[in-house]
């Protein structure tokens, strides 16, 4: 695990860490409607919708966001 990941884990916000929310989001969210959408490409015969793999961005690290917060 990176530093930074594990700084993430250790703030707390009412559902969990936003690492496990963002993941939880993507599993519960975004994979169901990107399913659908290839379920639609599929019946149409062409690639109507191309979709990347969820991952949490560098820019998400705790230090990035405090960089950001204490520079504006």
């Known amino acids: 695990m990176s530093q930074a990941t594990m ?4 703030i707390r916000v ?5 690492i496990f ?4 989001f993507a599993r519960n969210e975004l994979e169901p409607l990107q399913a659908k ?4 490409s599929e019946w149409l015969g062409q690639e109507v ?5 969820h991952t949490i ?16």
Do not use: D, N, Y
């Open 37 to 40: 959408s290839m379920e639609i």
């Open 21 to 24: 929310i963002a993941k939880v």
């Open 57 to 72: 961005p560098a820019s998400c690290s705790i230090v990035a966001v405090l960089t950001r917060w204490l520079t504006r």
């Open 14 to 18: 009412g559902f969990g860490t936003p």
């Open 7 to 10: 700084c993430w884990s250790r």
């Open 49 to 53: 919708a191309m979709f990347k793999p």
